[in-house]
């Protein structure tokens, strides 16, 4: 089936996360779900906004949760829609796709997101959690200030035998959350918190120039490049 083809999805559920942030659960219009791996995205269409092509959304639940989740934040005409979507909208979009994963079970996984970015790694936690609980997982999540948290409740209940979470908090002098700094994160916080075989993955998701300017630093702290994958939010 041409997964960039248009389907209905209906808005079974919507919670707020965290203010401007909504999930959004969906099922295809028969009631089922669509078939997904974490880490991937659909695509959605207003036909209406004259725009022909989507905007990606990433899929913020795991595949054995049994529920198909984008958690998105409102920040402009696409996301502003799907927020304010009621239940029981139909909205189009594509069916699952994208390659943004970790490509091995056993090494040590490292994840950094910048905002709203965390959505697939929510997504690929679970995955871990459900089929190997034991993996080393290191997250580092950016945020401007605590409001911006997402999922900071269930990353903190998260069960996984090896599991680290630490927020840098860019725009808050004093945050109510547990934060590992108050200011942008730098490579050297990633390279003096986490052992980095040469076989640990680094998956790093953000906007355009997040991603770009971590992947250098990574790259020239001698990471190999084919141990790091990345995912840009805001490319078009
Ligand atoms: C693979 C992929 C996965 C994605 N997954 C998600 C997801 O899970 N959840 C989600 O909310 N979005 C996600 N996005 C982003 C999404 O596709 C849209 O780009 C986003 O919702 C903005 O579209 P819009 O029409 O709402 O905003 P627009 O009407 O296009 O306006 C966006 C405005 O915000 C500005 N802006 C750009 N970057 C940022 C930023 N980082 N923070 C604040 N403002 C900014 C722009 O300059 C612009 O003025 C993903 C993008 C990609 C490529």
């Known amino acids: 089936m041409n997964k960039t083809m248009q389907h209905n999805f209906i808005i079974q559920s919507?919670?707020?996360?965290?203010?401007?942030?909504t999930t959004l659960s969906l099922t295809l219009e028969n009631g089922s779900l669509p078939e997904w791996t974490a880490?991937?995205?659909?695509?959605?269409?207003?036909?209406?906004t004259g725009t022909p092509e989507g905007k990606a959304y990433s899929i913020s639940s795991a595949p054995h949760e049994e529920v198909f989740t984008l958690t998105v934040r409102d920040i402009g005409e696409f996301s502003r829609r799907l927020c304010t979507?009621?239940?029981g909208d139909t909205i189009l979009g594509s069916l699952p796709y994208g390659f943004f994963a970790p490509e091995y079970e056993g090494t040590p996984l490292v994840l950094i997101a910048s905002?709203?970015?965390?959505?697939?790694f929510r997504a690929i936690l679970q995955d871990i959690l459900h089929k190997n609980p034991e993996r080393t997982v290191t997250l580092f999540h950016t945020i401007r200030n605590s409001a911006d948290?997402?999922?900071?409740?269930?990353?903190?209940?998260?069960?996984?035998?090896?599991?680290?979470?630490?927020?840098?908090?860019?725009r808050e002098d004093n945050p109510t959350i547990p934060h590992r700094a108050t200011r942008r994160i730098h490579v050297n916080d990633i390279l003096e918190?986490?052992?980095a075989p040469p076989e640990?993955?680094?998956?790093l998701c953000g906007n355009i120039?997040?991603?770009?300017?971590?992947?250098?630093?990574?790259?020239?702290?001698?990471i190999h490049e084919h141990n790091i994958y990345t995912e840009a939010f805001f490319g078009h």
């Open 14 to 21: 919507k919670k707020q996360e965290v203010p401007g942030v």
């Open 39 to 48: 880490g991937q995205y659909i695509n959605i269409h207003f036909p209406d």
């Open 85 to 87: 979507a009621e239940v």
């Open 115 to 120: 905002g709203i970015s965390i959505t697939p």
């Open 149 to 170: 948290a997402i999922f900071l409740e269930e990353l903190q209940k998260l069960t996984l035998g090896n599991f680290s979470a630490y927020h840098f908090v860019t």
């Open 193 to 195: 918190t986490v052992s």
């Open 200 to 203: 640990t993955e680094f998956l």
């Open 209 to 222: 120039s997040f991603t770009r300017d971590i992947w250098k630093a990574l790259t020239e702290a001698g």
